[in-house]
């Protein structure tokens, strides 16, 4: 950093050009010029952080300051808000209290610092206890004084943006937490340009290097895209004119993340996402009730050019979202055959896009007005709050599914209104209503017909739900549960027979150890939760308590210390694992501490491997991993777009270890999925390719053919991601495979 070369005189004068920058800005927006108590923050908070410097060298003061910038110039927020920022790490970081806050800047300014000072240590703390306790917090002072949201989520930005001199498993977990919760939250708020920037940020630290080869190809095409744009642009343009508008039309290409998205949830090649921009009109319209005329204007004109894609009209000029979202979408196929997405808004509507309308919005949720989408949404974030769990991570995700989710808009019979997740089913219904209601819920009629209670709504039905007396609560039903209420109130009747169902879980599972003579240890006891996919053993033996699971006698080897199975699954070429005699249980009799400040290198000694394969994701070399340590104090690998290890990456934070493969002619396990076309002798080409033509070890091959088609999973012996490519691309000529594919859970 440049700051270190610096002279006291010259730093001192660097941090009063980023003030003089925040102020600035300030005084060029819309707010009340209260200049004079934001000097006061100013001068307080540099003098509280004096001496103290941030890891990249920095003083400490430059952080507030470029929070406070964010929080002005990229939120849109006022003095109040300023000072806020200004302040935000002074009770936590500094000798100063709440009290010499309030005493200072007035009660409001002390009551959102406490407020970021209390859930400053992060979301996710070590336990899912606490932190679950953390984010109840966060969520109840975001519904006292949305500010405080604000806030913290303009100090995440900063934070991520000067992500790189953090140490490498800091990042993982800052970057893991920031994809998890706050790029959500932020999308819920309407803060859609921070929620790209945030997602970006975690991506490029989680993904270094697709993230550059993604950038890079972005740069490398835009010469041609630009060319399409020109002549889809240009029609449009003549007709617009005609219309007398005052508008601009631009190409905006979609973020990296979610180009990566893309490729990944599809498996194609950044060259076949064929959406990779979104052409978008932005018109002046003095009058804000012609603004729907002229999208729709705007719309014929552009359908009347272009063919437009048959179900791809969203009107959120009509209904906006839910996170007050405005704008007439509509897909074409242009000029060189593939579809565009364009997007028509008034400036009105685009300014509320870029700075999301949690800024245009009342801070208090309280009395009066709280019909506002946000304020119903808030409440019903309280209301699940209030209604407490008993598993943190559940709370976490049931609050997630609604941060994501679109909505939809139903009826009751009376004609009420009511607003849902997609894919919410009459049971929400059921729930959303009253919990008694939900418990007893046996069916329901939607439009008049009779339909499951699980079945999925569409916007405009007119929904009534059936009940029945002697109905009782199913654990089932949390697969078709999609609203964070209902999952809550079902949650909480379920409750009193957990523990009853775990304690018969716990029954059948000690009959199947008894029965098949296993030695229980914490050993077998991993392998079967890793088997069973559980975090943990409450969770299994609720499952095989509830008959959601079953541990089947084949599987008895595989759970045995020895069991060669487990042994290949794990890493097919040491045999480590189980080679030890009875009695000595860790493996790494000769491993060393493992420091979770430096990159762990992923190696192999005296045929012993330093580390564990996940054996939910099968990472290999190549792949982006992290490493976690469990409790055994064992290091397993994960592919880092594990879910598995999503959920530890936010629930055990403090357990991550950054990791880099160092292996040496080292051998992994991979499966591969072939689909194509039977005919005669195609097994024979596709394994000729594998053994011959490439000299791939293949371990197992599973075929199935049904009426002149075939699917075909095999499992290789490979060194890395390369050799994966390679077979991928060599068994797609063979004739008749029409799709292969890494198997990657
Ligand atoms: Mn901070």
Redo the contacts with the bound molecule.
């Keep these: 950093m440049a700051t270190e070369k610096m002279t006291p005189e010259e730093e001192d004068q660097m941090i009063e050009r980023q003030y003089q920058e925040l102020l600035q800005g300030y005084l060029n927006s819309n707010h009340r010029k209260k200049v004079e108590i934001i000097e006061r923050a100013f001068r307080f908070a540099k003098s509280a952080h004096s001496g103290v410097r941030r890891r990249s060298g920095e003083p400490y003061i430059i ?1 507030p300051i470029a ?1 406070a910038k964010i929080v002005s110039q990229e939120i849109g927020l006022g003095s109040t808000s300023i000072c806020a920022a200004l302040l ?2 002074v009770v936590e970081d500094t000798e100063y209290t709440v009290e010499d806050i309030e005493a200072q800047f007035g009660k409001k300014i002390a009551q959102i610092v406490d407020g970021l000072t209390k859930i400053s240590g992060g979301i996710f703390g070590d336990k899912a206890s606490v932190q679950a306790e953390n984010f109840r917090r966060l969520l109840l002072t975001m519904a006292e004084d949305i500010r405080v949201i604000l806030i913290k989520m303009a ?1 995440r930005l900063h ?1 991520m943006r000067t992500l790189g001199s953090m140490r490498p498993n800091k990042q993982y977990k800052i970057a893991g937490e920031t994809l998890y919760i706050y790029a959500p939250l932020a999308h819920r708020l309407g803060l859609f340009a921070i929620k790209t920037e945030l997602e970006d940020l975690s991506f490029k630290y989680e993904h270094p290097e697709a993230y550059a080869t993604i950038k890079q190809k972005i740069a490398e095409s835009e010469e041609g895209r630009q060319q399409i744009f020109e002549r889809f642009a240009a029609p449009v343009r003549l007709q617009l004119d005609k219309m007398g508008l005052d508008y601009e039309m631009k190409a905006r290409v979609k973020s990296v993340y979610s180009i990566w998205n893309k490729m990944e949830s599809k498996h194609i090649p950044f060259e076949q996402v064929y959406d990779l921009y979104a052409v978008r009109i932005i018109f002046k319209c003095p009058e804000s009730e012609d603004e729907k005329k002229i999208c729709f204007n705007i719309y014929s004109e552009i359908t009347s050019l272009y063919k437009m894609h048959p179900d791809r009209l969203r009107d959120w000029v009509s209904t906006p979202k839910a996170n007050g979202y405005r704008a007439l979408h509509v897909t074409v196929m242009g000029p060189d055959g593939n579809w565009i997405e364009v997007q028509i808004r008034s400036e009105r509507m685009d300014e509320l896009d870029e700075r999301g309308f949690a800024a245009h919005w009342k801070y208090k949720i309280g009395e009066g007005e709280e019909d506002t989408e946000l304020g119903v949404w808030l409440k019903t974030i309280v209301d699940v709050l209030n209604n407490p769990e008993p598993n943190g991570i559940d709370l976490l995700e049931s609050i997630k599914l609604n941060l994501f989710a679109s909505e939809i808009i139903i009826f009751t019979p009376k004609g009420e209104l009511i607003t849902l997740p997609k894919n919410a089913t009459v049971l929400d219904v059921a729930f959303t209503l009253h919990s008694e209601l939900g418990t007893h819920c046996i069916a329901g009629k939607v439009n008049h017909k009779l339909v499951p209670l699980s079945h999925k709504l569409q916007s405009g039905d007119q929904v009534e739900v059936l009940t029945s007396a002697s109905q009782t609560p199913q654990q089932a039903w949390m697969q078709f549960l999609v609203t964070a209420k209902g999952r809550s109130r079902l949650q909480a009747a379920l409750k009193k027979d957990r523990r009853h169902i775990i304690n018969k879980g716990e029954e059948i599972f000690n009959k199947f150890i008894a029965d098949n003579n296993i030695e229980l240890n914490n050993d077998i006891m991993n392998k079967i939760l890793a088997e069973k996919k559980y975090l943990n053993k409450e969770e299994l033996f609720f499952a095989l308590g509830n008959g959601d699971t079953d541990l089947s006698e084949q599987a008895v080897e595989t759970y045995k210390k020895g069991g060669i199975l487990s042994r290949l699954l794990r890493n097919p070429f040491s045999f480590v694992r189980g080679n030890s005699s009875a009695g000595k249980e860790d493996v790494y009799d000769d491993s060393v501490e493992i420091d979770p400040k430096k990159t762990y290198l992923l190696t192999t000694k005296n045929g012993k491997n330093n580390y564990e394969i996940a054996s939910c994701c099968h990472p290999i070399p190549g792949d982006d991993v992290v490493g976690f340590i469990d409790d055994n104090k064992h290091l397993i690998v994960h592919k880092l777009t594990c879910p598995t290890a999503m959920r530890l990456k936010s629930a055990f934070g403090n357990r991550l270890i950054s990791t880099k493969w160092q292996t040496l002619n080292e051998k992994f396990l991979a499966r591969i999925s072939i689909e194509g076309i039977d005919r005669m002798g195609i097994l024979e080409q596709i394994t000729h390719a594998i053994t011959t033509t490439l000299g791939i070890n293949m371990r197992n091959l599973n075929i199935s053919a049904n009426e002149g088609v075939f699917e075909c999973t095999l499992a290789v012996l490979v060194e890395d991601t390369n050799v994966v490519t390679t077979l991928c691309k060599e068994l797609q000529q063979v004739k008749g495979v029409t799709k292969v594919a890494r198997i990657n859970d």
């Design positions: 952080h929070v935000h790490d100090d934070n």
